[in-house]
């Protein structure tokens, strides 16, 4: 039988600048659930990558004196080998530059002429290139004689130029039916309100083609506009299923995307304009769209002109990437804004995962690798006691996977951890080391209960921390395709014959001077 199929994206990212850190969680929340449904058995297909057109693009381009091209070549391949430093289990990555993308951005403007949502006029408003979008009057500010985007902060431009609209305002009760009748398609609920309220007041046309510069996709068949950088980057969730080729396997197999992981800021773009566009185009729509919060530090969204990025790159070369992965979802709740610090980093990391999870780990093989043959002990007698820690897991299973498949990564995470706790309260309570000499059989039991849990643990925490959880998984010599959640309650994981493998300290615990 065919696994089921799993369709997840992030944000494709303007490679304008270095990536930051609010890049770094788009792609490790959409990386542990990619992960997360890897073990759930699903063929998981998760795609990431760059957005390389638009007036912000080409402006930081001629800034730094290069060709719009080349500086793309250049900027998104830092964001390529970022995919690698995060440890990301993407499946492709797109470039908007590329020609399959442009193949599939023409189809899909070439659609939407068809149906006649496309006509030409004159577009006069408010700009922001830092946002590439346009904003109504009442949605701008004032300030020393600037405009200003009250809901991002960026400056805006006055803009007059012929353009093609797209006929936004005759989807406007289709949108509202279809957030209606399919209450998850945007989530959280509170954005879901935002974006509801804001279609109810009723949708404008909207701009897609601009003629004021060159770096983009041409409109097919009228050479002096490009396409609207915002159509022309969210058909990149198509272009890489090998849209227009709809009968193509991934394609079918893949289409419609499980979730879009996007932050806040770019809901609109993806819960009016995509839909509308796809509704337009007679493609079927995503099922889920997922608005993650802020990262914040200082209390303040990170930002080039706040001066308070922390920099992902030298987070991780310091404390290391599973450190990062789980420190993000555990001190940042999901939907939410939340603050990071780098003194809240090494608590966590000294708390949840060496003195947790490492040190269980390290105290139970040292344990067995000296007093058991380095070999894992079977047994066949469990106390109830010993039966309560694994089942206390087992029966927890459907509510970690109901977490995990509405987007509750902090209560997942926060139930998983409570396991490795429990488990080292049973070692200290049950003293193995005790029971070596006066009754061997009661060690072996309680050893092959506590490494069967730190087993269990262990897949569980794969998608959040992977490194370490494989780690453990090799040591214990669990082959690879039994590391998933059906094997959680399997018995047979072990090789009780096989001698265990090298093991290295999980986490180093970060001493402080103050
Ligand atoms: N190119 C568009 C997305 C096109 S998707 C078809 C874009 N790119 S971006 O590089 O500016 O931002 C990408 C993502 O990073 C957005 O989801 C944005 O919310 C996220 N973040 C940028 N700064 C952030 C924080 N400080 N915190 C969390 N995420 C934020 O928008």
């Given at each position: 039988m065919q696994n089921k199929s799993f369709y997840i994206t992030t944000p494709i990212y303007y490679p304008s600048g270095k990536p930051h850190m609010g890049h770094a969680y788009s792609s490790i929340v959409a990386d542990i659930f990619a992960r997360f449904k890897n073990i759930e058995g699903f063929d998981v297909f998760y795609l990431t990558g760059t957005d390389e057109h638009g007036l912000k693009i080409q402006r930081e381009a001629e800034k730094n004196k290069k060709d719009p091209k080349k500086f793309c070549d250049e900027l998104s391949a830092t964001f390529r080998d970022l995919t690698k430093t995060l440890n990301l289990s993407n499946s492709d990555f797109i470039r908007t530059t590329e020609d399959r993308h442009y193949k599939s951005v023409k189809e899909i403007w070439q659609r939407l002429q068809k149906s006649g949502d496309i006509y030409l006029s004159k577009y006069s408003g408010w700009y922001s290139i830092s946002d590439e979008a346009y904003y109504d009057e009442d949605e701008i500010i004032s300030k020393n004689n600037k405009k200003y985007s009250k809901s991002s902060g960026s400056e805006v431009d006055w803009v007059e130029e012929e353009s093609y609209f797209f006929k936004l305002s005759k989807w406007q009760n289709k949108l509202l039916q279809h957030y209606d009748k399919n209450p998850?398609?945007?989530?959280?609920e509170s954005r879901k309100n935002e974006v509801v309220n804001f279609v109810k007041k009723g949708l404008k046309d909207l701009s897609?083609?601009?003629?004021?510069?060159?770096?983009g996709i041409p409109v097919p068949q009228n050479k002096k506009h490009v396409i609207y950088v915002w159509l022309d980057a969210l058909t990149n969730y198509i272009s890489a299923l090998n849209f227009p080729d709809t009968s193509n396997e991934l394609f079918k197999k893949f289409w419609p995307a499980s979730i879009h992981i996007i932050g806040k800021d770019i809901l609109r773009f993806h819960a009016i304009y995509w839909p509308a566009f796809l509704m337009a185009a007679n493609i079927p729509l995503p099922k889920k769209i997922y608005g993650h919060g802020w990262i914040l530090s200082d209390e303040k969204k990170m930002s080039k002109s706040l001066g308070n990025i922390l920099d992902p790159i030298e987070i991780i070369n310091k404390y290391g990437i599973d450190q990062l992965r789980y420190y993000l979802i555990k001190e940042v709740s999901l939907g939410n804004d939340g603050n990071i610090s780098l003194k809240n980093l090494e608590d966590c990391i000294n708390n949840d995962l060496a003195n947790n999870f490492g040190n269980l780990c390290q105290r139970v093989f040292t344990f067995v690798k000296k007093n058991c043959s380095n070999k894992i002990p079977n047994s066949k007698n469990f106390d109830k006691v010993d039966l309560a820690l694994t089942e206390n897991l087992i029966k927890t299973l459907p509510a970690l996977i109901e977490n995990m498949n509405n987007q509750k990564l902090n209560n997942y995470l926060n139930e998983v951890i409570s396991f490795s706790f429990d488990a080292n309260k049973y070692f200290n309570d049950l003293k193995p080391w005790e029971l070596k000499n006066k009754d061997p059989e009661r060690m072996n039991a309680v050893l092959n209960t506590i490494i069967t849990q730190i087993k269990n643990i262990s897949i569980l925490l794969n998608p959040i921390i992977p490194i370490a959880s494989e780690n453990v998984l090799d040591f214990l010599n669990v082959p690879v395709e039994k590391r998933k959640i059906t094997f959680i309650k399997d018995k047979n994981v072990f090789d009780y014959q096989k001698e265990l493998n090298e093991f290295n300290i999980l986490f180093k615990k970060i001493e402080n001077d103050n």
């Amino acid at each position: 039988m065919q696994n089921k199929s799993f369709y997840i994206t992030t944000p494709i990212y303007y490679p304008s600048g270095k990536p930051h850190m609010g890049h770094a969680y788009s792609s490790i929340v959409a990386d542990i659930f990619a992960r997360f449904k890897n073990i759930e058995g699903f063929d998981v297909f998760y795609l990431t990558g760059t957005d390389e057109h638009g007036l912000k693009i080409q402006r930081e381009a001629e800034k730094n004196k290069k060709d719009p091209k080349k500086f793309c070549d250049e900027l998104s391949a830092t964001f390529r080998d970022l995919t690698k430093t995060l440890n990301l289990s993407n499946s492709d990555f797109i470039r908007t530059t590329e020609d399959r993308h442009y193949k599939s951005v023409k189809e899909i403007w070439q659609r939407l002429q068809k149906s006649g949502d496309i006509y030409l006029s004159k577009y006069s408003g408010w700009y922001s290139i830092s946002d590439e979008a346009y904003y109504d009057e009442d949605e701008i500010i004032s300030k020393n004689n600037k405009k200003y985007s009250k809901s991002s902060g960026s400056e805006v431009d006055w803009v007059e130029e012929e353009s093609y609209f797209f006929k936004l305002s005759k989807w406007q009760n289709k949108l509202l039916q279809h957030y209606d009748k399919n209450p998850s398609f945007i989530l959280p609920e509170s954005r879901k309100n935002e974006v509801v309220n804001f279609v109810k007041k009723g949708l404008k046309d909207l701009s897609v083609s601009r003629t004021s510069f060159t770096w983009g996709i041409p409109v097919p068949q009228n050479k002096k506009h490009v396409i609207y950088v915002w159509l022309d980057a969210l058909t990149n969730y198509i272009s890489a299923l090998n849209f227009p080729d709809t009968s193509n396997e991934l394609f079918k197999k893949f289409w419609p995307a499980s979730i879009h992981i996007i932050g806040k800021d770019i809901l609109r773009f993806h819960a009016i304009y995509w839909p509308a566009f796809l509704m337009a185009a007679n493609i079927p729509l995503p099922k889920k769209i997922y608005g993650h919060g802020w990262i914040l530090s200082d209390e303040k969204k990170m930002s080039k002109s706040l001066g308070n990025i922390l920099d992902p790159i030298e987070i991780i070369n310091k404390y290391g990437i599973d450190q990062l992965r789980y420190y993000l979802i555990k001190e940042v709740s999901l939907g939410n804004d939340g603050n990071i610090s780098l003194k809240n980093l090494e608590d966590c990391i000294n708390n949840d995962l060496a003195n947790n999870f490492g040190n269980l780990c390290q105290r139970v093989f040292t344990f067995v690798k000296k007093n058991c043959s380095n070999k894992i002990p079977n047994s066949k007698n469990f106390d109830k006691v010993d039966l309560a820690l694994t089942e206390n897991l087992i029966k927890t299973l459907p509510a970690l996977i109901e977490n995990m498949n509405n987007q509750k990564l902090n209560n997942y995470l926060n139930e998983v951890i409570s396991f490795s706790f429990d488990a080292n309260k049973y070692f200290n309570d049950l003293k193995p080391w005790e029971l070596k000499n006066k009754d061997p059989e009661r060690m072996n039991a309680v050893l092959n209960t506590i490494i069967t849990q730190i087993k269990n643990i262990s897949i569980l925490l794969n998608p959040i921390i992977p490194i370490a959880s494989e780690n453990v998984l090799d040591f214990l010599n669990v082959p690879v395709e039994k590391r998933k959640i059906t094997f959680i309650k399997d018995k047979n994981v072990f090789d009780y014959q096989k001698e265990l493998n090298e093991f290295n300290i999980l986490f180093k615990k970060i001493e402080n001077d103050n």
